[in-house]
């Protein structure tokens, strides 16, 4: 005599013995069940950024880290003959963050850090020499037609707002071989206080509130849509024109630093390889190919803020 219980139970146990057949034998169930645990512990910021990325027609691998030493680090350790151009890598935080001349980028949560994986015989953009000059204008028009907000740049990879760093561009070479990582670094909803005290003066954050995170998702987009995606900005004079317009540190006098020299100069623009040109005080002419435009930085955050008050005071 069987009991109803005893029905139940043998049912169960059959049903235990049939899953964990299936279970360890058909790699299809646990693929789909990896998944879901995957898509269950995505953030919101990578949920946003999945859907916008699919929403553009953007479908690129997508690689999204809470935390990371560097993405562009990342970037070019994927490097391989199979690698997949446009991939990106982005990160919430960096623990080792790089700018030009491998100093450290601050990467505390609230900022885009994010890098792209370039071939450059399937990228739209063909002037390979001026890449930084083109992402740091693919991601001052993003913000301006996401935010509305008017970045200026300073050469060759700075991003200003209202005379204070807010981001920067760092471009690499893998050597020896047809790809390039494009590294962007840029500060959004960034707590101020949380920088070290030698740069809370020269060093700004867009300042948006933006605690799930859409606002980051959107801006990412829309800059990954313009690099990877062909239309005005796959023009080299609309790149430099752009580049040029905004640039804020020509026709002004600044000191450059040029190997163990330190040059006072006059900007006088930028050519069409991305060289700065420049005008020493007897008149040479020089085209620099590399170098560090040196600013009183503390000097032109206080007189943006003087500018930006007396507008406000000739307003009311």
């Given at each position: 005599m069987f009991t109803n219980n005893t029905i139940k139970t043998d049912l169960k146990f059959e049903f235990n013995l049939i899953f964990l057949f299936l279970w360890t034998r058909n790699r299809t169930i646990k693929k789909f069940y990896n998944e879901k645990v995957i898509k269950m512990n995505e953030s919101k910021f990578e949920q946003y950024l999945k859907n916008g990325l699919k929403e553009m027609e953007l479908d690129f691998p997508l690689h999204f880290f809470e935390e990371?030493?560097?993405?562009?680090?990342?970037?070019?350790?994927?490097?391989?003959?199979?690698?997949?151009?446009?991939?990106?890598?982005?990160?919430?935080?960096?623990?080792?963050?790089?700018?030009?001349?491998?100093?450290?980028?601050?990467?505390?949560?609230?900022?885009?850090?994010?890098?792209?994986?370039?071939?450059?015989?399937?990228?739209?953009?063909?002037?390979?020499?001026?890449?930084?000059?083109?992402?740091?204008?693919?991601?001052?028009?993003?913000?301006?037609?996401?935010?509305?907000?008017?970045?200026?740049?300073?050469?060759?990879?700075?991003?200003?707002?209202?005379?204070?760093?807010?981001?920067?561009?760092?471009?690499?070479?893998?050597?020896?071989?047809?790809?390039?990582?494009?590294?962007?670094?840029?500060?959004?909803?960034?707590?101020l206080e949380e920088f070290p005290d030698e740069l809370k003066q020269i060093v700004t954050t867009i300042g948006i509130d933006d605690p799930d995170d859409r606002i980051k998702a959107m801006l990412v987009v829309t800059i990954i849509n313009y690099i990877l995606k062909k239309g005005k900005l796959s023009c080299k004079n609309e790149v430099m024109r752009c580049y040029l317009k905004n640039l804020f540190i020509l026709n002004q006098?600044?000191?450059?630093?040029?190997?163990?020299?330190?040059?006072?100069?006059?900007?006088?623009?930028?050519?069409?390889?991305?060289?700065?040109?420049?005008?020493?005080?007897?008149?040479?002419?020089?085209?620099?190919?590399?170098?560090?435009?040196?600013?009183?930085?503390?000097?032109?955050?206080?007189?943006?803020?003087?500018?930006?008050?007396?507008?406000?005071?000739?307003?009311?």
């Open positions: 990371t030493t560097s993405t562009n680090d990342l970037a070019k350790s994927f490097i391989k003959p199979q690698s997949i151009h446009g991939t990106l890598f982005i990160a919430r935080k960096q623990n080792a963050g790089r700018g030009t001349y491998g100093r450290s980028f601050i990467s505390k949560s609230g900022g885009i850090y994010c890098s792209l994986l370039i071939h450059v015989k399937e990228w739209h953009f063909k002037d390979i020499n001026l890449a930084t000059i083109f992402a740091a204008v693919t991601v001052r028009e993003a913000v301006h037609d996401v935010l509305g907000l008017q970045l200026e740049l300073k050469w060759v990879n700075d991003l200003f707002l209202q005379g204070r760093k807010v981001g920067g561009i760092l471009t690499e070479k893998q050597f020896d071989s047809n790809w390039i990582v494009i590294g962007i670094g840029l500060n959004v909803s960034n707590r006098q600044v000191e450059i630093a040029y190997g163990s020299d330190l040059l006072q100069v006059h900007v006088l623009g930028v050519d069409d390889s991305g060289q700065l040109i420049v005008q020493k005080s007897c008149g040479d002419i020089l085209y620099l190919q590399a170098g560090e435009v040196k600013l009183n930085l503390l000097k032109l955050a206080k007189k943006e803020v003087k500018a930006k008050k007396f507008a406000l005071d000739k307003n009311n």
